[in-house]
C-alpha cells in the first residue's frame, strides 16, 4: 500500500472536521427538507379524468391505467415510484402534486398502492361503453368545441352519424342544383 493510500482516512477526517456535522440523528431528528424535495405523489380525485398521460411517462411504471368492466383504474405504486416529479409536470389539469412525504416504509406492499376509480362513460348513440370519462369528454369539448356532437359517441356511432350528416349535406346540394 502507496503512502497516499495509507494517509487517505486522515486526510478525509481532517475534512469532516472543518466541515462539521452534517448529519441528524433520525429518526430522532427531523431531517432538512427543501421546497425542491421530492417525495411521494398525491392525485386529487376531484381533478383526475383517466387521460393516462401520467402513466405515458412515468419511467419506473409506478402508474397504470387498467380498464375493467365499465371502470377505468388509474393505479399508483410508490414501491416502484422514484419520484422524479415528471407525472405532475405533464398532468393537463394539475391533479398531481408532488409531496414531501418520504416515510413509506410498510410491512406490506399493499399500503404503498393507491388507486383512482373512473366510470366509463356509455355512447349516446347505442349505449355501448364509450372508454372516456365523463370528465375526459367535457375536457375535450372544452378544448375543441366542434366535437361536441360526435364525443359522446362510439366509433360505430360517430361514423353512422357523419355519413348521414354526409348524405344530408349531398341531398340538400343536389336539390339546389335541380332547382
Ligand atoms: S395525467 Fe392527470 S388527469 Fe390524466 S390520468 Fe394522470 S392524473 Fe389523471
Ligand atoms: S414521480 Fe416519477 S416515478 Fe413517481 S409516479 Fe410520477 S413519473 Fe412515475
Do not use: W
Request: overall charge positive; some cysteine.
Amino acid at each position: 500500500m502507496g503512502l497516499k493510500k495509507l494517509f487517505k482516512p486522515f486526510k478525509l477526517i481532517s475534512v469532516a472536521r472543518r466541515s462539521g456535522v452534517v448529519t441528524v440523528l433520525y429518526p430522532y431528528q427531523k431531517p432538512l427538507i427543501t421546497t425542491e424535495f421530492r417525495g411521494k405523489i398525491s392525485i386529487d380525485a376531484s381533478k383526475c379524468m383517466g387521460c393516462g398521460a401520467c402513466v405515458n411517462v412515468c419511467p419506473p411504471n409506478a402508474l397504470t391505467l387498467n380498464r375493467r368492466d365499465n371502470t377505468i383504474i388509474l393505479n399508483y405504486f410508490m414501491g416502484r415510484c422514484i419520484f422524479c416529479g415528471r407525472c405532475a409536470e405533464v398532468c393537463p389539469v394539475g391533479a398531481i402534486t408532488v409531496t414531501h412525504e418520504f416515510e413509506l416504509a410498510s410491512m406490506s406492499t399493499r399500503d404503498l398502492n393507491e388507486s383512482l376509480v373512473h366510470q366509463v362513460e356509455k355512447c349516446s348513440g347505442c349505449g355501448g361503453g364509450l372508454g372516456a370519462t365523463r370528465r375526459k369528454l367535457q375536457y375535450v369539448i372544452l378544448h375543441s368545441p366542434t366535437a361536441e356532437n360526435y364525443v359522446h359517441l362510439c366509433p360505430d356511432c360517430r361514423k353512422k352519424r357523419f355519413i348521414n350528416a354526409l348524405a344530408m349535406k349531398m341531398g340538400a346540394r343536389t336539390e339546389n342544383v335541380e332547382g
